[in-house]
C-alpha cells in the first residue's frame, strides 16, 4: 500500500486536481527514513521506511519483510519538532505515538513531480516524485511493480532500485536519463519501464 498525493488527498487524477494554496516548508522538503517507532503495540527500528516530500506532494513505502505497506503519517505530520534540521521528532495527537525521521544525504536537490501521459497525451495516475537523488515511483492499477524507491547515481546514468512491491526488483540497476523538453514536459528514456513522456506538476532545482 502506498500514499502519493496533493498534500491531503488522494492519487485519483493528481495532474488535474488543484493545488493547495500553501507549500510544505523547504525544511520538510527531501526523503526521510523512519528510524523508531514506538506504539501502544511496541518498539520498531527495524521496518523500512521511506517518506519523499517535494513543495505539494508526497510519497511514502515501507517493506517489512516482503511485504510492502501503508505508513504512518510522516514527518511534516502536527506535532512534529526539529531536533536537528535533518532529525525530526513526531508525536501523537491523541494516543501513544512517537516517530523519529532522519532526512537522508543527498535528499535536498531537485524537487520534481511528474505524471506519465498516456499514448493521446492525456495524464494517468502513474507518477514520481524526485528530490535529489532519491526517486520514488508509483502505478496504481497497473500492471507493474505499484511502487519502487531508488537512488540515482548520475555520474554512471544509472538509478538503483533500493525496494520495491515485487522484492525480486531490489538492489537491481537501471540506466536513467531525465530531460525537461518545456515548460509541462519532460521525458525519461533508457530505464524501460519508465520511459516516455511525463507531464511536469513541479520542478524546482534547488
Known amino acids: 500500500m502506498h500514499t502519493m498525493e496533493n498534500r491531503g488527498r488522494s492519487a485519483t487524477g493528481a495532474a488535474a486536481m488543484p493545488l493547495p494554496p500553501l507549500q510544505v516548508p523547504p525544511s520538510f522538503q527531501g526523503v526521510w527514513a523512519r528510524t523508531l517507532l514506538e506504539t501502544p503495540a511496541g518498539r520498531d527500528t527495524s521496518t523500512w521506511v521511506r517518506w519523499v516530500q517535494t513543495a505539494r506532494r508526497h510519497g511514502t513505502l515501507g517493506r517489512s519483510g516482503a511485504a510492502a505497506m501503508r505508513c504512518a503519517e510522516g514527518p511534516g505530520a502536527p506535532h512534529s519538532v526539529f531536533q536537528t534540521p535533518d ?60 511502487l519502487t524507491f531508488a537512488h540515482i547515481d548520475t555520474p554512471r546514468g544509472v538509478c538503483v532500485i533500493e525496494r520495491a512491491s515485487d522484492p525480486a526488483l531490489d538492489d537491481t540497476e537501471h540506466p536513467w536519463q531525465l530531460q525537461r523538453l518545456g515548460l509541462d514536459l519532460a521525458r525519461i528514456t533508457g530505464t524501460g519501464l519508465l520511459d516516455g513522456a511525463w507531464e511536469v506538476l513541479e520542478w524546482t532545482d534547488t
Do not use: F, K, N
Not at 521528532?89 to 543527498?106: F, I, K, N, S, Y
Open 87 to 146: 532529525r525530526i521528532v513526531q508525536t501523537g495527537l491523541h494516543d501513544r505515538h512517537l516517530a523519529v525521521w532522519e532526512r537522508l544525504p543527498g535528499s535536498r536537490g531537485q524537487r520534481i513531480a511528474l505524471a506519465r501521459r498516456d499514448p493521446t497525451g492525456q495524464p494517468t495516475q502513474e507518477q514520481l516524485l524526485l528530490c535529489g537523488d532519491y526517486l520514488l515511483h508509483s502505478a496504481p492499477g497497473e500492471a507493474m511493480p505499484a
